[in-house]
Every structure is written in C-alpha cells, then in structure tokens.
C-alpha cells in the first residue's frame, strides 16, 4: 500500500554555496617603491565576505622566513610593520579568509625601505680658508645610493639667515 507523500512536504528557504575567496588586490605602498620610513602602511582593497585578512612581509620573495605575519579581522585592510621595518627589499602578500577558509595569495609586491644618506665630507674650501674668488667651486665627497645634493650657504654659523 503506497503512502500519500503529498501530505509530508516541508519548506526550506534560500541558501548560499559559497567557496573560498579569490586573491585581495594590492594597493599601497606601490609594487616597486621605495620609502625612507620603515612603519611601511600596507593596503589593500576589500573582499566580498572576508572576515579576516592575512598579511606576510618577508625579505624573501619565496617567503621561506616570515618577518611578519598578522591576521587582521575584517572590514581593516590596511597594517603597519610595528616595529618599523630595517633598510631593505621587502616583499607582501595579502589572502582573505571567509566563513569557508583562506583564500589564493595576493600576487606578491615589493618596496624598499631606504636608509638616510651618509653626511657627505667637504673637501674645498678648507675650513676657516679665505679666497679672493667670488664664485668659489665647493666640493665634498660622494654619499653612496645618493641621488641629489643640496648645499646651504650663510655668513653666520647659527645658519639662521641661509642665502
């Protein structure tokens, strides 16, 4: 004898099948750049259901000896390497995670972190020299990764009226 299944029909609402997310879009600091401060401000663009962020910032592009690593939870998309980073090449990378798992890495970026320049040393006019010549040629020795000099002139060594 069959049943009559009509009778035992229930309702379900809608549902979601989501996956894991896709890669994040980098967007600062620029692929490339270079900064001469070492609190580098890592950025990058939100994902659709992300609920956390991880970031990596390693001196090795195969990132084989993490400096830093931080998970950050959604809507932050932005870190900064506290303590600051140390003059170099650095690399990071960025996934999401949402209620499924992480996602696909970032493609990696990279930035420099520069270091000031040297003070360069003055080589002529010698100290507490005198000239005749009213358009004297100073000279100083080169600072290494320098990429422009500026000189400062003044009569008082205060350097409080500069010309």
Do not use: K, M
Not at 88 to 116: I, M
């Amino acid at each position: 004898e069959e049943e009559d299944e009509g009778n035992n029909t229930s309702s379900y609402g809608p549902f979601q099948v989501i996956g894991a997310p896709g890669a994040v879009s980098l967007s600062s600091p620029v692929n490339g750049s270079g900064t001469c401060n070492g609190a580098v401000s890592f950025a990058w663009s939100a994902y659709a259901g992300a609920t956390s962020y991880e970031i990596q910032v390693d001196n090795n592009s195969d990132f084989s000896s993490l400096e830093r690593r931080a998970t950050l939870t959604s809507p932050t998309t932005s870190y900064v390497a506290s303590p600051a980073l140390t003059p170099n090449r650095w690399y990071w990378r960025v996934r999401a995670r949402n209620a499924c798992d992480f996602g696909t890495w970032s493609d990696p970026w990279n930035v420099d972190v520069l270091t000031t320049p040297a003070v360069p040393g003055l080589t002529s006019p010698l100290a507490n020299a005198s000239t005749c010549d009213t358009t004297p040629t100073f000279e100083w020795t080169a600072v290494s990764g320098a990429t422009l000099y500026r000189i400062q002139l003044d009569d008082n060594t205060a350097f409080n009226s500069p010309s």
